[in-house]
């Protein structure tokens, strides 16, 4: 029972530490949207950062071409000194925040170093010199994100732009390259802004799946399981099935079914128990009646051996039950006391008759064989571990015990004395006096009473005297009945 109530009390204590349905259904979803967000923003991201870059490339191709082809019309209509405000018109261009030529050297050697807006060749309009492709360096990372395009100019005779009219300098060469600087602020803005709308999309929805999972959860999973657990309480103690159909859900639909079973099951089995215990009970009646009426029958045949007057053992059991109700003792000892009792003189029975029915005085050498008869009742019933035996012992042991300590066996003194072996003693005294032995006349109540009281302390437990005194109608009424 202790390591039962022990661990119910571990499994309390664990319950308080788990969490509900609830939680870990917000946790786990809200973990999986969150990286779940994070996913797709990341990918739109990326995406949308290189589209914008391929459409910042295109717009640098474009105006690499518008730049080619002016630069090509200025020198067939050689008006090359106006080249400075047709750059800077397009450096004016939105988005464009840099512009300038880079000459090659076969350019340079045959028409010199240029003019204000072209700049000398770094390493890298280099690469794009020896690749003769398009040189595209992004920088995002900045206050102000740009992209700088380095985009060749190669000789060519195809199309309506023939620059080998113009230069001397074989098919394929690079003559130049276009140097730009393209400001991708509002690109990245438009990134920001439309991440940040995914973003509080992303929130919406996934506020409106948890919500909506909630109430699934509440609907079909916390308030079903709530109503079947109560069904199943009152399924048990109603005896009668869950009605199953008023589930939504297969699953708790099978459930319940599956109580029912169970339910059914366990009440058979509890029937089964039920009648099993009534039998138990019946027999243990039985056995504990039986029980009782050896020992009384026993303390009876002792009582008919020492020839004492009729009916003592009835007597001395009667009065010992009335005396321990009177000082309080709990009912089960009341009980025990009461069962016990009519062996008190069972060791008497060890007495030869010729001490045990002698009708005088006894000699000091037959007394002290007398008082043998507490000893010899004790080992006859202390062997057993029956409560009732093992109180019987205690009483045939200690009934001639004396509250001043100068009785027999062993002299024990005041409350040392159990309590039985102290009511027994009172309950024994009391029944000799005030009846006819053989080896004694009756005593007037008086006479008894007036003994008792002098004892009271001496021989008596005091606090027993004054109850047996002042509930001496009872026991006279006692005594009237079994005479």
């Known amino acids: 029972m202790q390591s039962f109530l022990s661990e119910a009390k571990n499994h309390a204590?664990?319950?308080?530490?788990?969490?509900?349905?609830?939680?870990?259904?917000?946790?786990?979803?809200i973990t999986f949207l969150m990286l779940l967000s994070v996913v797709i923003l990341v990918i739109l991201g990326v995406n949308f950062r290189t589209i914008s870059i391929r459409i910042m490339e295109d717009k640098a191709l474009a105006i690499s071409e518008v730049v080619k082809a002016g630069i090509t019309a200025h020198m067939r209509a050689e008006t090359m000194d106006t080249r400075d405000y047709f750059l800077t018109q397009i450096n004016s261009?939105?988005?464009?925040?840099?512009?300038?030529?880079?000459?090659?050297?076969?350019?340079?050697?045959?028409?010199?170093?240029?003019?204000?807006?072209?700049k000398q060749m770094d390493h890298v309009t280099e690469r794009a010199f020896e690749t003769k492709q398009p040189v595209y360096i992004i920088n995002d990372i900045e206050l102000k994100p740009y992209m700088r395009a380095i985009v060749p100019f190669i000789a060519s005779k195809k199309g309506q732009l023939n620059c080998l009219e113009c230069h001397e300098?074989?098919?394929?060469?690079?003559?130049?390259?276009?140097?730009?600087?393209?400001?991708?602020?509002?690109?990245?803005?438009?990134?920001?802004?439309?991440l940040t709308a995914i973003g509080i999309i992303s929130t919406v929805f996934i506020v409106l799946i948890i919500a909506n999972n909630f109430r699934t959860i509440q609907k079909y999973v916390q308030e079903p399981l709530e109503r079947l657990i109560k069904k199943g309480e009152e399924a048990y103690y109603k005896k009668s099935p869950i009605n199953a159909d008023e589930f939504e859900c297969l699953e708790f639909e099978h459930v319940a079914q599956e109580i029912n079973l169970f339910t059914q099951d366990v009440l058979h089995h509890q029937e089964v128990i039920e009648k099993k215990n009534r039998e138990l009970e019946e027999m243990t009646h039985e056995i504990d009646g039986t029980l009782r009426e050896t020992i009384f029958t026993m303390g009876v045949i002792e009582e008919q051996r020492s020839k004492e007057t009729n009916h003592h053992t009835l007597r001395v059991t009667k009065y010992s039950?009335?005396?321990?109700?009177?000082?309080?003792?709990?009912?089960?000892?009341?009980?025990?006391?009461?069962?016990?009792?009519?062996?008190?003189?069972?060791g008497k029975l060890g007495i030869p008759d010729a001490i045990l029915l002698k009708p005088g005085k006894l000699t000091e050498q037959e007394f002290e064989v007398m008082k043998n008869h507490a000893v010899i009742g004790y080992n006859?019933?202390?062997?057993?571990?029956?409560?009732?035996?093992?109180?019987?012992?205690?009483?045939?042991?200690?009934?001639?015990?004396?509250?001043?300590?100068?009785?027999?066996?062993?002299?024990?003194?005041?409350?040392?004395?159990h309590i039985f072996g102290?009511?027994?003693?009172?309950?024994?005294?009391?029944?000799?006096?005030?009846?006819?032995?053989?080896?004694?006349?009756?005593?007037?109540?008086?006479?008894?009473?007036?003994?008792?009281?002098?004892?009271?302390?001496?021989?008596?437990?005091?606090?027993?005297?004054?109850?047996?005194?002042?509930?001496?109608?009872?026991?006279l009424a006692i005594k009237q009945q079994y005479q």
């Open 13 to 29: 204590v664990m319950s308080k530490q788990k969490q509900t349905l609830k939680r870990i259904t917000l946790k786990n979803l």
């Open 380 to 417: 006859m019933l202390s062997h057993s571990r029956r409560d009732v035996l093992q109180s019987a012992a205690i009483i045939a042991h200690q009934h001639h015990e004396k509250w001043d300590g100068t009785g027999y066996p062993n002299g024990l003194k005041g409350e040392d004395i």
């Open 93 to 118: 261009l939105t988005l464009v925040d840099e512009v300038s030529i880079v000459r090659s050297p076969e350019v340079i050697s045959e028409f010199g170093s240029g003019i204000e807006l072209e």
């Open 321 to 346: 039950r009335l005396l321990g109700e009177k000082y309080g003792l709990p009912e089960r000892e009341v009980e025990l006391l009461a069962v016990a009792t009519p062996l008190h003189d069972i």
């Open 422 to 475: 102290r009511i027994a003693a009172l309950a024994d005294v009391f029944d000799a006096l005030s009846t006819k032995r053989i080896y004694k006349e009756k005593w007037t109540l008086d006479e008894t009473l007036a003994y008792i009281k002098k004892e009271g302390g001496r021989q008596f437990d005091p606090r027993l005297v004054d109850i047996l005194v002042e509930n001496i109608d009872e026991f």
């Open 169 to 194: 300098v074989a098919e394929g060469t690079v003559l130049g390259a276009l140097d730009l600087k393209l400001d991708l602020t509002e690109y990245r803005n438009v990134t920001v802004k439309l």
